[in-house]
């Protein structure tokens, strides 16, 4: 069964002209950057929390120093880590499809790691859609501007230069809206695909997880490349394998 669909897939891949591909925390596993579930490591400090309050406007207004902490702890442990062939793979077909003029390959990604931008995939050229944001930045939570301090090492909320507010790191928290031209740039990129590949996402995140029904309703086909499928009706072809190994099979 698992041929069939991997010829299949490398088929469709072949003949689309528009793909739209959304990766989630699973195409970073394999660079030992651990899902959002299993970021609570189950001993470390921050086990006994739960990420969508860390990972939250409300959890940051609750107690701004605790919120700063996790995310120095979070880039610190992934500070080192690497792009794995998922990311390679993707950057590669990106870099092919451009050179040829014949396929549109745009990347949407929930991810902060930045490990797609790393391996190639260049968000100045809209490549990547990084609709989440990225954990590598910060700004001010009052004012919004950059704050392009290194804060390595810093445990204390840095204030902002311009307005003395307070400075978080760059992502999307739960209950916060999405960069409006992020979402705009993903939707379309969903609505105009004839190929979408969902890869390394539980798909239970809002409003990315519309996305693959956005395409869906347009008529794209759908495929899926995760470990443990998803039970989404919607997906046409299911490949149960991890990122970085069943990518390569399928883009040649
Ligand atoms: C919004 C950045 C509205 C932060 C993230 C009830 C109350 C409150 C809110 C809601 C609610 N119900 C719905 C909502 C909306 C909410 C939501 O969807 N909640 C969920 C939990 C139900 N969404 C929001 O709040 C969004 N905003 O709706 O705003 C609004 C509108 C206008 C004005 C104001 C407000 C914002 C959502 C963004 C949250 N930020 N990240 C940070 O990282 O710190 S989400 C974060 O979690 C990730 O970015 C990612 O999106 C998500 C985790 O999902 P996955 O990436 O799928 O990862 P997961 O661990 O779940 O799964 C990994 C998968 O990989 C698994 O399937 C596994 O099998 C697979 N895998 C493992 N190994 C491999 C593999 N696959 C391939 N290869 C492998 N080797
Ligand atoms: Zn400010």
């Excluded at 990420?51 to 409300?58: G, I, N, R, W």
């Excluded at 992934?78 to 590669?92: E, V, Y």
């Excluded at 930045?137 to 009052?142: A, F, G």
Aim: net charge negative; proline share 4%; with cysteine.
């Amino acid at each position: 069964m698992e041929q069939a669909v991997i010829d299949k897939v490398k088929e469709l891949i072949k003949q689309a002209k528009r793909v739209c591909i959304l990766t989630g925390a699973g195409v970073s596993a394999e660079s030992g950057i651990s899902t959002f579930r299993e970021a609570q490591d189950g001993k470390g400090l921050w086990s006994q929390y739960d990420p969508k309050q860390l990972a939250s406007l409300d959890g940051f207004l609750q107690d701004p120093e605790k919120v700063w902490q996790w995310y120095q702890w979070r880039r610190e442990v992934n500070q080192d880590k690497k792009p794995n062939p998922a990311h390679i793979t993707i950057a590669q077909w990106q870099k092919q499809a451009k050179a040829s003029g014949k396929q549109e390959v745009t990347l949407v990604t929930q991810n902060v790691d930045g490990l797609h931008q790393q391996a190639g995939s260049d968000p100045e050229k809209y490549e990547v859609v990084d609709i989440h944001g990225n954990i590598w930045q910060n700004h001010c939570l009052q004012c919004g501007e950059k704050h392009l301090e290194d804060v390595t090492g810093v445990q204390q909320v840095p204030e902002c230069k311009s307005c003395g507010g307070q400075v978080r790191p760059s992502v999307v928290w739960f209950g916060e809206a999405l960069d409006e031209k992020k979402w705009q740039a993903a939707e379309t990129a969903a609505f105009c695909c004839d190929l979408f590949l969902s890869i390394g996402t539980s798909s239970q995140v809002y409003p990315a997880a519309g996305l693959m029904m956005l395409a869906k309703s347009q008529g794209a086909k759908i495929v899926e490349i995760n470990p443990e499928p998803t039970q989404s009706s919607v997906i046409d072809y299911q490949i149960k394998g991890k990122a970085g190994i069943m990518l390569s099979k399928v883009v040649s």
